[in-house]
């Protein structure tokens, strides 16, 4: 068996998502008149934001327990050399979702923003499953 790369860089997408859901915030906190002095009460400055940027910030702070729960299951994919085409369509379409997540959220569509959470978050669950798969079944 070999290494299968999609799981590798579906890692990496969803890092990159982490980081592109610091462009609505940012603008954001342009339009709140961010200053250095918020740098020291960041979150102070949460309250300022206008409402789609507070909901940017909860968009951004969700990232990273969607990323905190996604890159051990890529990971365990990839050590246990998953090659399940449902694990790697769901490394794939997994920080597709979660791009989608961020523009439904800082746009107020709750039921899309919902929708791509669930379609993620099950995302995440499959890649577990099929990790977990593939480490019993070597281990037996």
């Not at 999609?6 to 906190?29: E, I, K, N, Q, T």
């Not at 400055?45 to 940017?56: F, I, N, S, T, V």
């Not at 694990?87 to 899309?112: D, E, F, G, S, T």
């Amino acid at each position: 068996m070999t290494l299968q790369p999609a799981f590798a860089w579906s890692l990496l997408l969803a890092a990159g998502v982490v980081v592109a859901s610091l462009v609505p915030l940012g603008a954001a906190r342009s339009q709140a008149d961010f200053t250095m002095a918020d740098l020291a009460a960041p979150r102070a400055m949460a309250e300022r934001l206008p409402e789609w940027g507070k909901r940017a910030n909860g968009a951004h702070q969700n990232c990273f327990e969607a990323f905190t729960l996604f890159a051990p299951a890529v990971l365990l994919c990839l050590a246990a050399q998953v090659q399940a085409p449902t694990a790697i369509a769901a490394a794939w379409i997994h920080p597709a979702l979660r791009l989608a997540y961020i523009a439904a959220y800082v746009a107020n569509q709750p039921a899309l923003r919902s929708l791509c959470w669930a379609g993620a978050i099950t995302c995440t669950g499959i890649l577990y499953l099929e990790g977990l798969r593939a480490v019993i079944g070597a281990a037996g």
